[in-house]
C-alpha cells in the first residue's frame, strides 16, 4: 500500500492531527462555546463560574466526536479560513434581510394567498461532517426556505416559490461554508 490511502470518495488520505493542530482546535472551540455560554446566559455574571464547569467538557466531546482532520496537502491556513468566516456572516446577512423583504413582498402582494408558488426543490449536497449540518441548518435561516429532508447525496428543501431559486442559493451557501471549513467543493 502506497502512503496516501483513497477513502471511497475519491478524497486525498487524512491523517491524525498533531498536538498543535489539536490545541488550535481546543483554543478556538472554547472560545466559541464561552461566547455561546456568554449569550445564554445573558451576560448575568453570576452565573459565568458555572461555564468551568459546562465549556470544559463541551469541548473535550466535540474534539472527541469531530477532531481536526489534517489532509494530505497544505490546506487553507487560519486567516483564509478566518476571512471565509466573515464573508460567510456578511453574506449571510445580506441574503436574510434581502429574502426577508422579497418573502414580505410576495406576503402582501395582491391576489389571493400572495405572490407565493410552494415547491420542493432537491439539491445534491457536496459537504461533509460538521460543515454540512452547519449548512442546512444555517439555509434554514433562509427567507422563504426549508430543508425537509436529506440523506447522504442531497436535500429536499420547500420553498415559497421557485423563483427564488433555492438551487444556487444552497450551492453559493456551501461554497462558502466550504472555504471556512477547508472543504474543497466539487463545482455544482
Known sequence: MTANHHGNNGSRARRRPGLAAMLRAAAVRTLILAALWWMLIEGDPAYAHYALFAVPPAVGFSLWLSPPTVSGRAGAGPLRRLAAAAVLVGWVAY????????VARRAVARGRGGDTDPAEVTVPIRLTGTARVFALATFNL???TLVRDH???????HVLSPA???AGSWSALEDRVGAVAGQDLKPG
Open 151 to 157: 440523506d447522504d447525496d442531497a436535500a429536499v428543501v
Open 142 to 144: 433562509m427567507p422563504g
Open 95 to 102: 441574503r436574510a434581510v434581502a429574502g426577508g423583504t422579497d
Open 164 to 166: 427564488l431559486d433555492a
